[in-house]
């Protein structure tokens, strides 16, 4: 697996520009990577719709989670990917019917697939691999700190 590099400065763009995430492969579970990335998305004012057919129509962030992308009725700004790697080709070719003005696809951590991403990068949407939004955006916003950890919160409970 070839390795893709990014600037902090494309990263950041992509970041900014984005309003609406749908996450797919969200998990209920509060200890699941898909559940907290979602969770701090949404903390920091992003509209995260959550995708995941074994919970469809359960609640999680305020929102209803949608059996598949084709669900969603409002536009979509990216599409977040927590599945395997070979389970990636069918949610970019519905992510690309099913929003017209998708911006970016992003996979997550250990999640990379190159012919799914040249689909979507053929049809002008940005791809991002093997990375979290949700690092990304603590690391280029000033948010991460010593060993991952936001440290700058300190209780006075101590």
């Known amino acids: 697996m070839t390795e893709e590099t990014y600037t902090d400065a494309h990263l950041k763009e992509v970041l900014q520009r984005t309003r609406v995430i749908a996450v ?26 959550p995708v995941n057919p074994g919970h469809a129509g359960e609640k999680l962030f305020g929102q209803t989670i949608r059996a598949s992308l084709s669900e969603i009725k409002e536009p979509v700004d990216m599409v977040d990917i927590f599945r395997r790697s070979d389970h990636v080709p069918p949610i970019v070719d519905e992510a690309l019917a099913t929003f017209p003005d ?15 991403a040249a689909t979507a990068r053929a049809r002008g949407v940005d791809v991002i691999m093997n990375r979290c939004p949700k690092i990304e955006y603590q690391r280029l916003f000033g948010e991460l700190r010593m060993g ?8 006075s409970k101590l």
């Open 24 to 49: 797919v492969g969200v998990s209920m579970n509060p200890v699941r990577p898909s559940y907290y990335v979602a969770r701090y998305l949404g903390l920091k004012g992003f509209t995260v719709i």
């Open 148 to 155: 991952g950890f936001n440290t700058g919160v300190i209780s």
């Open 102 to 116: 998708l911006r970016t696809i992003w996979m997550q951590i250990g999640v990379v697939n190159p012919e799914a």
